[in-house]
């Protein structure tokens, strides 16, 4: 109903698992790591649990989607709520082996010979359960007795369990404790922090497409979390009303009275309570859909921390989430001193940059002008989802430069200018301001390639060679070009993010949009990156002694890639390089080409931006 309104693409709040919705808190990132490390390594039985709407399926199924791109052959059970026979029958069926046998010998031995042939292939074979806790004892004996088709160095199948706290009270019982000691890796899902719940918000409604800023203000986010006690689920009912009741209203500002009144329509309408009921407390009347424990702690909390603290982390969060590291607007000393300065940053810097910052203190004022005109410019459209222009009376217009609310890229109104557009977009993700108001005063397509060629900036450009599997490998943001854009699309965007089975691009025409990833792969061309050799690691000679080269050598070590460092570009340096390239996919040379020298530039900068949270 409100999706027009907020100009989205899909419900963001819809409460059916979807992994290109998939929000990896930290606990997620370790509850994600743990089932790929266990399966990895062959420990056998892998658990995870997690409270009701914590979001372990959701973890599960971008499980299945990471274990997809390996040698693995998966079998999922959904519905474990069956007799010991039928849950043999529903592993087979799953492992696809024609099942001859109605007795647990014979599809327990069919089983086995499948066992057998996958490991002689090479193979990985794995059981996932989810809703383990419906399990009966019984079946989870037959269950470990499975684990015991194995050859005399490894487990033949790994088995992940998946389920509610009180599977582990099940697990505890005395009949089951041989079972309960060979789970190898255990990992219980927490709730999100308050902090990660507005990144959690944001998250979902970038992907879901949003094309205005929905804010969510400080007080309402204190009563969400109060409510919801950071229980994705929970968070996504009571957000779905809170939009609800925006688009009832006509704003786009989720305040506390419109916050309060979607917790109580959730949990149950005023009228319909008892007189006794009406008397408690607004923290009481959301009933079912708290905690009464979980509520108790968050209010201590809130009022250890504050108001102001909790805005400002859930704030921080966000930023963290998008990958952008926010940076001061300095002024660069290049033809046009304002039109892109480069972002201040604890980090070591080419000599042609130290001077370029020296030079441009004296023009910072001006700059912090430029993007006060630039945000008011954002503010008076906020309320608009994107237009629909005429394609054919774009491209007849002058590029016209604007920021996407919320994310790093640079929108323009002509398709002529896309290509330009995402590189400035990719130059603002890595730490570099772009100042859009001087930008358009340059105009002439000429003048804006001397500033990307400008000396003092040092912005380099390469061409990424490989299938969009290999460009994903990388981890990094890249500017994609696409097969026969369609005339209401650019030919030009930037791969924002590829996580699970979604792939989000920001078209620089059309704005922020999510894609399945083989409907994406059907689109594409090529790829390239703009990116500045911060580290002058395309400058060392061979033999060189320096501290560039001492850098360079402590990051490759740090990655299990070199023994010693010396401080000299030397045969051992050549060889760690070589396994650089090898890990990801890159021509081994052991030289600093310009694709190796952008990888590295990007791999020696960990805080900045990557397609999925869970790459290197």
Not at 389 to 404: C, S, T, V, Y
Not at 508 to 516: A, C, D, L, N
Request: hydrophobic share 40%; proline share 5%.
């Amino acid at each position: 109903m409100y999706k027009k309104f907020f100009g989205l693409a899909e419900e963001p709040f819809n409460i059916t698992p979807d992994s290109r919705f998939l929000f990896l808190s930290q606990r997620h990132r370790e509850a994600l790591s743990a089932l790929i490390y266990g399966v990895k390594e062959r420990k056998g039985f892998i658990l995870l649990t997690g409270e009701i709407g914590s979001g372990k399926t959701t973890v599960c199924r971008a499980f299945v989607n990471e274990l997809r791109a390996e040698n693995v052959k998966l079998a999922l059970i959904l519905n474990p709520g069956l007799s010991e026979l039928e849950l043999l029958k529903a592993i087979n069926d799953e492992f696809q082996i024609p099942s001859f046998y109605n007795s647990k010998k014979g599809l327990v031995d069919e089983l086995n010979r499948f066992l057998l042939a996958e490991n002689q292939k090479g193979n990985n074979v794995v059981l996932v359960i989810d809703e383990a806790q419906n399990l009966d004892p019984t079946l989870l004996e037959q269950i470990r007795l499975l684990s015991n088709l194995e050859t005399e160095s490894e487990k033949l199948l790994q088995i992940v369990l998946i389920g509610q706290p009180e599977l582990n009270d099940t697990l505890a019982l005395s009949q089951l404790e041989q079972l309960n000691q060979r789970i190898a890796v255990r990992y219980h899902i927490t709730p999100l922090t308050e902090a990660e719940t507005l990144a959690y918000i944001k998250h979902r409604l970038f992907v879901a497409g949003a094309k205005v800023d929905i804010e969510f203000t400080p007080g309402a986010m204190r009563m969400l979390y109060s409510a919801t006690g950071g229980v994705p689920r929970r968070i996504n009912v009571v957000c779905d009303r809170a939009l609800l009741a925006c688009y009832v209203d006509g704003t786009y500002t989720v305040d506390e009275k419109i916050m309060e009144r979607a917790i109580k329509e959730v949990a149950g309408s005023e009228r319909t309570k008892s007189p006794k009921a009406k008397r408690r407390s607004f923290r009481e009347s959301v009933g079912d859909l708290i905690d009464r424990d979980v509520l108790k702690r968050i209010a201590k909390k809130i009022a250890l921390y504050g108001i102001a603290a909790a805005a400002g982390v859930g704030l921080f969060a966000f930023a963290i989430y998008l990958g952008i590291r926010l940076a001061n607007v300095k002024a660069v000393e290049d033809p046009h001193p304002k039109a892109v300065a480069e972002a201040s940053r604890p980090l070591p810097t080419p000599a042609a940059v130290v001077a370029a910052k020296n030079a441009a203190s004296e023009e910072e004022n001006s700059g912090d002008d430029a993007t006060s005109a630039s945000n008011s410019q954002d503010v008076a459209v906020k309320a608009e989802p994107t237009p629909t222009p005429d394609w054919d009376a774009l491209r007849k217009r002058n590029p016209h430069w604007k920021w996407e609310r919320n994310v790093p890229l640079v929108r323009v109104n002509n398709p002529r200018a896309a290509l330009r557009a995402a590189q400035f977009s990719l130059l603002k993700m890595w730490g570099y301001e772009v100042q859009l108001s001087e930008l358009a005063k340059l105009g002439d397509e000429a003048v804006i390639e001397g500033v990307l060629s400008s000396d003092a900036l040092k912005v380099r450009e390469v061409r990424i060679p490989g299938t969009f599997s290999d460009v994903v490998k990388l981890n990094v943001p890249v500017i994609v070009r696409l097969k026969d854009p369609p005339k209401d699309q650019s030919e030009y965007v930037v791969l924002l993010r590829a996580e699970g089975e979604a792939v989000t691009v920001g078209d620089p025409v059309w704005g922020v949009r999510t894609y399945k990833t083989q409907d994406f792969t059907k689109r594409w061309e090529s790829a390239l990156a703009v990116f500045v050799d911060v580290y002058e690691l395309s400058e060392i000679q061979r033999g060189e002694a320096s501290e560039r080269v001492r850098m360079l050598q402590q990051y490759l070590k740090s990655r299990g890639y070199l023994e010693t460092v010396s401080g000299k570009f030397d045969v051992d340096t050549v060889e760690a390089i070589k396994k650089f390239q090898a890990y990801y996919k890159l021509r081994e040379s052991g030289q600093l080409d310009d694709l190796t020298v952008m990888l590295l530039n990007a791999c020696m900068r960990p805080e900045g931006p990557r397609l999925s949270s869970t790459g290197d």
